[in-house]
């Protein structure tokens, strides 16, 4: 019961977190990890993934009903995100992302630099591209990402808001939006490969979930109402706390 009830509050914050500005595993996947030292990654990274996907969706669904998005780019780009995360999470188990996670806060202090340096950047929602082109980087962005992931995960969420808003030139909100759609797909790809191995523990799953969707709902409430300004102050913190963690996984512990 100790277990169920810290994972379950841990599903919760996490929720809230990814709602807004991605970053979610940043909070669950660090109490997976303490609580069974043990157990193989493959299947915490599973069990994570079976528990967000809820709240990822809810969060996708939400965003959907109060923001227009352009579907023209949204839905070729889902079915890349898909076959991104379906690849990244075979890889999973075949090649070890050392290097991956060492580079990794390198990549996300670039992210930070670059969003408080530019104080404009996704205040505004101004497409820079044609159609075509928006959707080809669309397209794009979603199968590294995807592929990215199923690979290893930590800060996805963050990296599509991120591409979104400097690559396409979306504010904060309507890349958020996308975000949980598309992260939402790769979730899906990623947790279908986990379950083929057998890398998901069911039991934890229907708790975490629905605390997940609560989390979520509440994030994706305040996000709606408080707008682009509050999204971007809370992406700053998200990246700013992955850079912390991921420095520390790969240089200090």
């Known amino acids: 019961m100790f277990e169920l009830a810290v ?25 997976l990890l303490w609580m069974f ?9 599973g069990t994570n993934k079976a ?29 890349a995100a898909l076959m991104g995360g379906a690849s990244g ?5 075949a090649i070890p992302p050392d290097a991956l996670r060492a580079i990794l806060p390198v990549m996300l202090a670039a992210v930070l630099a670059f969003t408080l340096l530019q104080e404009d950047l996704g205040r505004v929602h101004a497409p ?18 995807g592929c990215y992931d199923g690979f290893f995960g930590p800060g996805t ?17 309507h890349a958020v939006a996308s975000a949980k759609i598309l992260n939402t797909a790769t979730n899906l790809a990623a947790l279908a490969a986990f379950a083929a191995s057998g890398n998901v523990w069911w039991q934890y799953m229907i708790p975490m979930a629905a605390a997940n969707v609560l989390g979520s709902a509440a994030g994706t409430r ?8 509050f999204i971007r102050a809370v992406f700053l913190l998200v990246v700013a706390a992955l850079i912390l963690k991921t420095g520390y996984d790969a240089y200090g512990g």
């Open 157 to 173: 969420g963050s990296f599509f808001i991120f591409l979104f808003v400097r690559v396409l030139g979306y504010d904060f909100l």
């Open 128 to 145: 820079l591209k044609s159609r075509r082109t928006e959707t080809l980087l669309a397209v794009l962005i979603a199968a590294g990402l």
């Open 37 to 45: 030292p043990a157990a193989p990654p493959a299947t915490l990274f």
């Open 89 to 93: 999470a075979r890889l999973a188990s």
């Open 222 to 229: 305040m996000a709606l109402a408080r707008g682009t300004g």
């Open 7 to 31: 994972l379950t509050l841990s599903s919760l914050a996490a929720g809230f977190v990814n709602s807004i500005a991605g970053g979610g595993g940043l909070v669950q996947l660090p109490i």
């Open 51 to 79: 528990a967000m996907v809820w709240g990822t969706a809810w969060a996708a669904g939400s965003y959907t009903r109060h923001v227009r998005l352009p579907w023209h780019a949204i839905v070729p780009a889902i079915v």
